[in-house]
């Protein structure tokens, strides 16, 4: 009920390529989906968040599709530069005063020159 | 703005001992977690403050793991003693405000990588 489920564990993409993530839910009272991009040595820092009463929602080059039906969001990262190589995590969290982040597994992005 | 400060960045003790983290939040950020982060894995919360008072810890290991905010600001982790599947990256993380929002982040540290031999 807690899980969050995210793949693939790691991608390799060309430079210009669109990179996509995918993250699955179980727990329907989760209603903030934040994507955190985290760089070797550093901590996660906040890349883009969706609410579930949206279907999209779109920064730049990165784009979150979020479908409530199915309980999965993704991540998709349009042409992908070298400087996006890092690792992704997913997560999802509920309304309160907590804010607790139930993140994914973690995604391992190389974006090839 | 300064960021999460994390010490210290890395940190080798053997089996049996202690070891303590050490976390300086954002200022006027009145929620501060602690996440484990296992190699290969995403984070784990363990412990979150809300100003000086437990909001949840229960996910932290309390027969060896102890954590304090002290004056509401800074904050400790603390094991003892430590075992070989504690190794891991140790985040500090704060969030302004006490609710959940679209635009609460959570602003994380480097962490503390903490290796048992």
């Known amino acids: 009920q807690q899980q969050v489920k995210q793949s693939p564990q790691s991608l390799i993409v060309q430079k210009g390529g669109i990179s996509i993530i995918n993250c699955a839910y179980e727990?329907?009272?989760?209603?903030?989906f934040p994507w955190y991009q985290q760089f070797p040595g550093k901590g996660p820092a906040l890349l883009i968040a969706?609410?579930?009463?949206?279907s999209e929602k779109k920064e730049g080059r990165f784009t979150i599709s979020f479908n409530k039906s199915a309980k999965q969001f993704s991540l998709h990262i349009m042409d992908s530069q070298p400087g996006d190589s890092a690792t992704y995590f997913c997560?999802?969290?509920?309304?309160?005063?907590?804010?607790?982040?139930?993140f994914g597994q973690g995604t391992t992005l190389q974006v090839k020159p | 703005e300064a960021g999460v400060a994390q010490s210290p960045r890395y940190k080798i003790i053997e089996k049996r001992q202690s070891v303590a983290f050490w976390c300086n939040p954002i200022?006027?950020?009145?929620?501060l977690y602690w996440y484990q982060q296992i190699l290969g894995q995403g984070p784990k919360l363990l412990i979150q403050?809300?100003?000086?008072?437990?909001?949840?810890d229960s996910q932290l290991p309390k027969d060896r793991f102890s954590a304090e905010r002290l004056k509401g600001v800074d904050s400790t982790l603390k094991i003892q003693p430590a075992k070989l599947e504690d190794s891991a990256v140790y985040l500090c993380a704060s969030r302004l405000s006490g609710l959940a929002g679209l635009r609460d982040i959570q602003y994380f540290g480097a962490g503390t990588r903490l290796s048992v031999l």
């Open positions: 997560a999802a969290s509920r309304s309160g005063n907590t804010g607790k982040l139930i």
């Open positions: 727990n329907t009272a989760f209603d903030y």
């Open positions: 969706i609410r579930p009463d949206v």
């Open positions: 200022s006027g950020h009145a929620t």
């Open positions: 403050f809300q100003n000086n008072g437990v909001v949840d």
